[in-house]
């Protein structure tokens, strides 16, 4: 990517989180860039314009699970590496674009992926099908453990999978909204560890 647009992009990010995307105006991101306004513009017309470039770029980082880096062997190497990996995403994400934040961006993270979906409704769209995917994988996973005894439990594929998909994405938004984005990996383990244990009696 050409490196005055990868620029703006991170001045961009770093300013939605400090801020939100409604606060923060095209002039101020200009100016923070200390690029010219006319070779600003030649990249971005809009602000909007600018959010959803920055969307995309987050859907590939961090949104999206590359499920080939992650062991199929068992449920549990299968979850634990899963959460290395998010947790992975999610650092690099936020620690990569915080140069011009004082503060903790991850308390407004969240509130930036709302106005996303309002200002970008298509979204939702994208959303439910990499959830559908990611389901997919963890219903795989688990019936796998199940025929290798490593889980006993009457409760079937696809619930298991939601219980262990539910809690992890309500566990990411309670840490990150509390500002306890480096215990993220740890309160993870915990949560999902007593999860499987659960399963193997």
């Not at 606060?23 to 991101?29: G, L, R």
């Not at 920055?54 to 449920?75: A, F, G, H, M, P």
């Not at 930036?112 to 979204?123: N, Q, V, Y």
Request: charged share 25%.
């Amino acid at each position: 990517m050409n490196t005055s647009k990868e620029h703006i992009l991170n001045v961009a990010f770093s300013l939605f989180l400090q801020k939100s995307f409604r606060d923060v105006t095209m002039k101020e991101i200009v100016k923070r860039t200390g690029l010219s306004t006319g070779a600003f513009y030649h990249y971005f017309s809009s602000k909007e314009e600018l959010f959803h470039e920055i969307l995309s770029r987050l859907n590939l980082n961090l949104i999206t699970v590359d499920y080939e880096r992650i062991s199929k062997d068992s449920l549990y190497q299968f979850y634990n590496d899963y959460i290395n990996l998010r947790n992975s995403n999610l650092l690099s994400v936020l620690q990569k674009n915080t140069d011009y934040i004082d503060g903790s961006p991850e308390l407004n993270f969240f509130s930036l992926m709302f106005d996303a979906l309002k200002l970008f409704p298509e979204l939702r769209s994208t959303f439910k099908e990499r959830q559908r995917k990611e389901l997919q994988n963890w219903t795989t996973v688990i019936a796998n453990a199940k025929k290798a005894g490593e889980i006993k439990t009457s409760i079937s594929d696809e619930q298991i999978a939601l219980l262990f998909y539910h809690t992890i994405l309500s566990s990411c938004m309670l840490i990150v909204l509390e500002g306890r984005l480096p215990e993220l990996r740890n309160e993870l383990t915990l949560q999902l560890d007593g999860l499987y244990n659960s399963l193997k009696k």
